[in-house]
């Protein structure tokens, strides 16, 4: 993780507060985006950490994911949906209840990661995930013909478990299974009318800017676009 620390964007105050992601409702600056890439790099541990084509992608994945968090949000926003404090407050408990006391604090803390950015990233994805539940998971149907087909394609593993894993296991396991799949087939081209219904915007300059060494100045002329 300390092999992650040269890597860091801007260091000019007014370019921290440029946008790097914007919709009609929303923006993501840049000092915003590198706090979400502080966060996100406790992952990699490796010796490829150093290795600037792995930051480098792992940046350009981050900036992705951002963008359609961003666009997610829009679409939350569009259905109404939004997320309880008490909501949020009931799933940090069930994460902490996992930890000893004080053990997941302490943990925050070794990785040099404040607890408000752990609980707004936390935020972000609870709210996607009521989303694409909204969206992608409920409307899935699960016929008897698709468990019986998963059932044979899958025949010989599951006849390994057969013993140990009662027949309504199975069959929810088999159930839950083909719902991840049809959510996971669904999603890219859900993700790629969203973008296409909203105006959301990336900042290209500045983000060849904040992967130079340094961020660069902040510049004037911003290259926009979709």
């Not at 990785?111 to 990233?121: F, G, H, Q, T, V």
Request: net charge negative; with cysteine.
């Amino acid at each position: 993780m300390v092999a992650w620390a040269g890597c860091s964007g801007p260091d000019h105050p007014a370019q921290q507060d440029a946008v790097l992601i914007r919709t009609d409702r929303q923006t993501v600056t840049i000092a915003q985006f590198e706090r979400a890439f502080e966060a996100a790099r406790i992952a990699y541990s490796d010796d490829r950490s150093t290795d600037p084509q792995v930051i480098e992608n792992a940046r350009l994945r981050l900036l992705n994911q951002m963008t359609e968090e961003v666009i997610i949000d829009r679409r939350a926003h569009e259905l109404g949906i939004v997320l309880d404090e008490s909501e949020l407050e009931a799933s940090i408990q069930a994460i902490k209840k996992d930890y000893p006391e004080d053990e997941f604090e302490q943990m925050l803390l070794e990785s040099a990661i404040p607890y408000s950015l752990w609980k707004d990233r936390l935020r972000v994805r609870l709210l996607m995930e009521k989303v694409v539940d909204r969206e992608l998971v409920q409307p899935v149907d699960i016929t008897a013909a698709d468990i019986e087909a998963y059932y044979k394609a899958h025949e010989e593993e599951f006849a390994v478990k057969g013993d140990s894993a009662p027949e309504m296991d199975l069959k929810h396991h088999i159930v839950e299974q083909l719902r991840l799949e049809k959510v996971e087939a669904a999603y890219p081209q859900w993700m790629e009318g969203l973008r296409a219904r909203y105006d959301v915007e990336i900042n290209w300059e500045l983000w060849e800017q904040s992967q130079r060494p340094g961020g660069g100045s902040a510049g004037q002329g911003k290259d926009w676009k979709r």
